[in-house]
């Protein structure tokens, strides 16, 4: 039966993560930047994801676009 350590470094091995690095006290600048980082991602990731207008909008929905484009 493997020991823990050796679970620890075959995971870190398959998926490239640092176990320890995880447990270790985290420096509270660091974190925050991290975490900065991840809200910028997780932004972009949602206004990638968000629907594509159609090419033709008509009625309500064309109304809805232009303010949306002029901010309103």
Known sequence: MPTPEQLINRWQSQ?????????????????????????????????????VPSLIVTGRQAIDEFKRLIGT
């Open 15 to 51: 998926i490239g993560f640092n176990f320890n690095k995880f447990f270790e006290k985290p420096d509270e600048l660091n974190l925050a930047h991290e975490v900065a980082q991840l809200r910028k991602e997780i932004e972009a990731l949602r206004a990638e994801l968000a629907p």
